[in-house]
């Protein structure tokens, strides 16, 4: 009787995902829109030190940057489901770059003031609100299903990577020639990668299901939370974290000043 041989699966490697042309180049326009976030709002919070001497306002930078995300986050992760994926990133990544130019333009004629930064860094979280979710939404269709936890990772690792460099380089620029010139880096990358998302050809996935509602797609989502046990304990371990390393980053700006 023939035995019949049986292959092992072989893993492609935590690097696979990279092999796909489509993957690698929004991933890596990610990884350098996570780097410009960074850089944002670290120039924005070492702006507000020049234009104010109150620690109240200079704190407020990390609120305006993070609250539009804690507000926002799921009913775009919603609309992420419900919409066009790539007519929903175009809009996010212009919106972006729009403020990004904004931004810059308020600084070359001299009409920034602290209010202003703080609404231009509030419509900034706005922006960064609509694209988190998107990309992650985005990634399930343009990688095979064997690929996908390796994707996944990758995109923490840009994450991760952006929170080091991001800070780092707008660190560098202020120091050598000003917070201006950051601004001025992140509108010119900010438009270039939105040029790169308008001439991504995605195939729109077209489901067999019913179509998902909005409020109805959010509430599936808490129950699916409430249901979750494992769940539920990342949330608030992220809560827990990102309270306190937000309280210090918002502060830090005062500390560095004097």
Partial sequence: MKQLQVQPLVSEGWLAPLRHKVFRTLWLTWLTASICMWMNDVAAAWTMTSLTSSATLIALVQTASSLPVL?????????????????????????????????????IFGILNPYLLLFLTFTNGIGLAMRWPIFAAIVPEIVPRESLSSALA??????????????????????????TYVFALNMVLSLAMSIIVLRWKNENYISTLPGERFFGAMRVGAQYIRQSKPMRSILIRSFLFYMQSSSLLALLPVIAKS
């Fill in 71 to 107: 507000l926002l986050g799921v009913p775009s992760g919603a609309l992420a489901d419900i919409v066009n994926r790539k007519h929903y990133f175009v809009f996010a990544q212009i919106w972006l770059a729009s403020n990004a130019t904004l931004l810059m333009l308020t600084l």
């Fill in 154 to 179: 990758l995109n923490a690792i840009a994450m991760n990577t952006s929170r080091i460099v991001g800070p780092l380089t707008a660190g560098a620029i202020i120091a050598l020639a000003g917070s």
